[in-house]
Each structure stands twice: as structure tokens, then as C-alpha cells.
T-cell receptor
Framework: QQQVKQSPQSLIVQKGGISIINCAYE??????FPWYQQFPGKGPALLIA?????SEKKEGRFTISFNKSAKQFSLHIMDSQPGDSATYFC???????????FGKGTSLLVTP | ETGVTQTPRHLVMGMTNKKSLKCEQH?????MYWYKQSAKKPLELMFV???????ENNSVPSRFSPECPNSSHLFLHLHTLQPEDSALYLC??????????????FGSGTQLSVL
């Protein structure tokens, strides 16, 4: 049973546009929601993470929006750049001591 | 470079072969993990070691055998694999004195093909 559902599977955005990737979860015990970025030939790397006590977290051009009542969270990439082209994974866990449950990933292509 | 090194980068093996994947972390972390990454599937946690002791085994078939001789090294021994085991195998580590998933540092993975 997939614990975290991620959409879309792939996304094409023009340079300068906003990329939006969505994730949904069912387990209300989840309290840690990271996003990982993976470039071809590399392992995933932590990009940004949020806890449910806030509704939004911003780091540079990357923002996580969190909707606890809807059990959804999303990654927004503002002013998307070709260098942002990568696969993005959302994940969720019940916190320290518990394994991360990953989404299936979104392949993002930012065109020049 | 994340400080987690995996070798080999690519491996092709027959179903009757025995091979091993190696992972080394240079970050002083105490927890190490094996993940399996298959196309269009979520990353699957296979094994977790915390202070060299296996703390999690996610119902992985016995043809995969992990070994953690110290907190810096992790191996995955492979034998009599099936073609469906072909995937990218990722090693990761995390800081802390217990299983802490707050920030995983992944290696670049070993791309395994089973013929």
C-alpha cells in the first residue's frame, strides 16, 4: 500500500515559470515531510522539509505548502531554471525513529 | 559529493553469480541504509543499521544479505538474484545516535542488471 501519492509523474515547464508538484498522504501520524532532488547518475539529496506546525516554508526559490486538513503538501519552484531539471521525490514519516515513505517521483524538465 | 561512496557504479551479473556491493561513508554518521530504486516505483527501504546493528529488515528476500562491519562501511551481498532484482541500489547514512531519518545522505548508487 502506497503511503504517499505524488503527482504529476512528469512535468515540463518553461524557464522562468513555476513548477508545482503535489503529494498526498493518509497516515495522520506523519509529522515530517521532506522533498528530495535527484539528478541523473546521482543519489537523492534533501532539498527542503516541513513539519505540520507551519503551513509554508520557503528556502530561496523553493517553497513547501502544507495543508494538514487536506493531508496534502506541495513543492513550488519559482523562476524555474534548466538546472532545476531533475527528479523530485516527496516523502513522509512519523519522525525520528521511523522510516521515510517516498512518493514515486516527478521528472521535471525546464526548457530554455 | 555527499560523503557517501558506493562501488561499483555498474554491475551486470548472471542469476547464479555471487557479488557484493560496497558503501563507505566519510561523515561520521551512525546509521546506514540500503534502498532499492526501481523505475516508476517509490524508493524501497531494504535494511537499516544503527551503530552496526541491524534495526530494520523490510521483508527482503534472503538472496540479499547485508553486512555492516563498522559504522563507516556497509555491504550488500547478492546471490542467485532474479531479473526483477535489476534496479539502482542506493546506500545512505544519517547522523544521530539512533535511527534518524531527518536527513539522509545518499550515495550515487550501483546500477545492477541481472541477466
Amino acid at each position: 500500500q502506497q503511503q504517499v501519492k505524488q503527482s504529476p509523474q512528469s512535468l515540463i515547464v518553461q524557464k522562468g515559470g513555476i513548477s508545482i508538484i503535489n503529494c498526498a498522504y493518509e497516515n495522520t501520524a506523519f509529522d515530517y515531510f521532506p522533498w528530495y532532488q535527484q539528478f541523473p547518475g546521482k543519489g537523492p539529496a534533501l532539498l527542503i522539509a516541513i513539519r505540520p506546525d507551519v503551513s509554508e516554508k520557503k528556502e530561496g526559490r523553493f517553497t513547501i505548502s502544507f495543508n494538514k486538513s487536506a493531508k496534502q503538501f506541495s513543492l513550488h519552484i519559482m523562476d524555474s531554471q534548466p538546472g532545476d531539471s531533475a527528479t523530485y521525490f516527496c516523502a513522509a514519516s512519523k519522525g525520528s525513529g521511523y522510516a521515510l515513505n517516498f512518493g514515486k517521483g516527478t521528472s521535471l524538465l525546464v526548457t530554455p | 559529493e555527499t560523503g557517501v561512496t558506493q562501488t561499483p557504479r555498474h554491475l551486470v551479473m548472471g542469476m547464479t553469480n555471487k557479488k557484493s556491493l560496497k558503501c563507505e561513508q566519510h561523515l561520521g554518521h551512525n546509521a546506514m541504509y540500503w534502498y532499492k530504486q526501481s523505475a516508476k516505483k517509490p524508493l524501497e527501504l531494504m535494511f537499516v543499521y544503527n551503530f552496526k546493528e541491524q534495526t530494520e529488515n523490510n521483508s527482503v528476500p534472503s538472496r540479499f544479505s547485508p553486512e555492516c562491519p563498522n559504522s563507516s562501511h556497509l555491504f550488500l551481498h547478492l546471490h542467485t538474484l532474479q531479473p526483477e532484482d535489476s534496479a539502482l541500489y542506493l546506500c545512505a547514512s544519517s547522523p544521530g545516535d539512533r535511527l534518524t531519518n531527518e536527513k539522509l545522505f545518499f550515495g550515487s548508487g550501483t546500477q545492477l542488471s541481472v541477466l
